[in-house]
Nanobody, 123 residues
Framework: QVRLAESGGGLAQPGGSLTLTCAAS????????LSWFRQAAGKEREFVAG????????IYADVVKGRFTISRDPHRNTMWLRMRNLKSEDSAIYYC????????????????WGQGTQVTVSS
């Protein structure tokens, strides 16, 4: 059973930083891709960043490019999202997602999802 568990959310000030963690378990993720999505209140879930588990490729939404960095450690089965220069519009529930395909996609067609972690950016 694949399980994804997010942590690291919380309150940050505008311009501040947070790092989210996704602990993955239940299978070998060698040929998988994992991604971060977010969903703000009253809005649709949107793609943030994705990575090939072997580290061959990563992609970002334009609105976070240059501010967020996705990374992973396959030996620890862990993925991170380092968020810098946070803005109020980054406030959302952030989800970790996984699919058994090596290329991450911006669509929500992922097989497994975590429960999410809340990020609030406010002064």
């Amino acid at each position: 059973q694949v399980r994804l568990a997010e942590s690291g959310g919380g309150l940050a000030q505008p311009g501040g930083s947070l790092t989210l963690t996704c602990a993955a378990s239940g299978t070998s993720f060698d040929n998988w891709s994992l991604s971060w999505f977010r969903q703000a209140a009253g809005k649709e879930r949107e793609f943030v960043a994705g990575i090939n588990w072997r580290g061959a490729a990563d992609i970002y939404a334009d609105v976070v490019k240059g501010r967020f960095t996705i990374s992973r450690d396959p030996h620890r089965n862990t993925m991170w999202l380092r968020m810098r220069n946070l803005k109020s519009e980054d406030s959302a529930i952030y989800y970790c997602a996984a699919r058994p395909h090596p290329i991450p996609t911006r669509s929500t067609s992922y097989n497994y999802w975590g429960q999410g972690t809340q990020v609030t950016v406010s002064s």
